[in-house]
Nanobody, 118 residues
Framework: QVQLVESGGGLVQPGGSLTLSCAAS????????MSWYRQAPGKEREVVAG????????NYADSMKGRFTISRDNAKNTVYLQMNSLKPEDTAVYYC???????????WGQGTQVTVSS
């Protein structure tokens, strides 16, 4: 069965760093585009960053460029989100997403809470 399990969230002070991990199982991880999304209270879910199946291309939402880095390790079936220079407005639940459009597959994790506060 497909599973995406996020970890690494928590409470961090403004300016701090966190690294989120998403461990995947139940599908051929290396064939999927992986993304991180986030949803803040009262707001719609928004894309944070994405990485292609073999890691050749990455993309970021404008407000995350230069602060966040997405990466993947296909040998470990894991995607990461390194977050630096965190701001209070980065507070949200962060979700891992796996997509393989040719097969109509779209999988989500349960989310991990990131709170940026002093």
């Amino acid at each position: 069965q497909v599973q995406l399990v996020e970890s690494g969230g928590g409470l961090v002070q403004p300016g701090g760093s966190l690294t989120l991990s998403c461990a995947a199982s139940g599908f051929t991880f290396s064939r999927y585009t992986m993304s991180w999304y986030r949803q803040a209270p009262g707001k719609e879910r928004e894309v944070v960053a994405g990485i292609t199946s073999y890691g050749g291309d990455t993309n970021y939402a404008d407000s995350m460029k230069g602060r966040f880095t997405i990466s993947r390790d296909n040998a470990k079936n894991t995607v990461y989100l390194q977050m630096n220079s965190l701001k209070p407005e980065d507070t949200a639940v962060y979700y891992c997403n796996a997509v393989r459009r040719a097969y109509g597959h779209d999988y989500w994790g349960q989310g991990t809470q990131v709170t940026v506060s002093s």
